[in-house]
């Protein structure tokens, strides 16, 4: 009999996965293992019983590692469960970076008299470019780099992309129109649109600085559906002042970027969908089974 705490809610369809053996609470009292999503983990205090850690989602910059690893405790993460759902929210994020479509919509709903005529206005007042023949730029080529380069290739867009540590399997999973042994700078240099998949660790934190945005072609549009503080975000403010940034599009809203006029948040969304959710959650009970009764 194991007894499994979950600390966010989790997909019931995953849990019921567990089976008969299984007790799931919502304390730590006696737990095997711990579900997370993205709760921070770094100020609770786990008992000896705690085995293994797993979170249903790709970053575990909300777990302590190093310490579970001192402890002994594993940690697992479910790598490409979320991708699509991260890829279609990439995709609208391309899009309304672009076109007006936001900025249309909030407008819309201020109208309540003479609408018809309104709307003949709003049309030549909210135009943004098409992304056809434009470059994108992806950094970052795990499983939701690939898939976001591919769709937005069959977009009709030019891509290239940039990953130092880019594994074989993804390689091939790549079109073949998509260039992407680039470094890094010419992805800067180059880019009518930049979007960053890459985990938060200390080499890209604020990968996104004064330099960075320096490199970078004026009127760029940024993705970053990431991690928030892989962008400096004074840094981020003082390229859209210069109009090297046209528009952020951001899935980590914080104080300092909101209401900015340039900036797009979304509150964290890339993987809520109910199929995200729920592979996520098949995959780390899945794991943590495996692991309490099998021990891998
Ligand atoms: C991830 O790291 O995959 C996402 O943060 C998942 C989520 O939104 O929970």
Redesign the pocket.
Known sequence: MYTIQTLNKISQSGLALFGDNYTIQDNLEGADAVLV??AKMHDIALPSTVKAIA?????VNNIPIEECAKSGIVVFN?PGA?ANA?KELVLAGLLLSSRKVVEGINWAKTLDTDVAKAVEKGKGAFVGPEILGKKLGVIGLGAIGVMVANSAQALGMEVIGHDPYISINAAWGLSRHVRHAVSLDEVLAEADYITVHVPLVEATKYMFNKEAFSKMKPGVRLLNFSRDTLVHNGDLLKAIEEGIVTTYVTDFPVEEVMGNPNILTIP?L???TPESEEN?AVMAVQEVKDYLENGN
């Open positions: 999503r993205s979170r249903a989602g790709a970053g479910t979320n991260v964290h890339g993987a809520s996520c």
